[in-house]
């Protein structure tokens, strides 16, 4: 069973910066995708970023300039480095990884105060 451990949420003030990582528990093969998604108090779960197998990145617009996905292959790791944020990044973020299934980390909470 693998486990994705998440890890780098916080409370921060508006401006400041966090670098979140999400960590698979053993090797995964095959991953063709990486993402950081966010969801907020009442509103739907949305992709953030994303990494492709390639290395291609894709980015909502409300981040664009700001956050930035990375990876590390040799250890099944994601990291998500968050910039200038703002009060509305105020979420809790999930990572996914999928290869041959799909696998989701139990979130991290992020809180920017204004």
């Known amino acids: 069973q693998v486990q994705l451990v998440e890890s780098g949420g916080g409370l921060v003030q508006a401006g400041g910066s966090l670098r979140l990582s999400c960590a698979a528990s053993?090797?995964?093969?095959?991953?063709?995708?990486m993402g950081w998604y966010r969801q907020a108090p009442g509103k739907q779960r949305e992709l953030v970023a994303a990494i492709g197998g390639g290395g291609s990145t894709n980015y909502a617009d409300s981040v664009k300039g700001r956050f930035t996905i990375s990876r590390d292959n040799a250890k099944n790791t994601v990291y998500l480095q968050m910039n200038s944020l703002k009060p509305e990044d105020t979420a809790v973020y999930y990572c996914?990884?999928?290869?041959?299934?799909?696998?989701w980390g139990q979130g991290t909470r992020v809180t920017v105060s204004s």
């Open positions: 053993r090797i995964i093969f095959g991953i063709n995708f």
């Open positions: 996914k990884l999928v290869g041959i299934q799909a696998y």
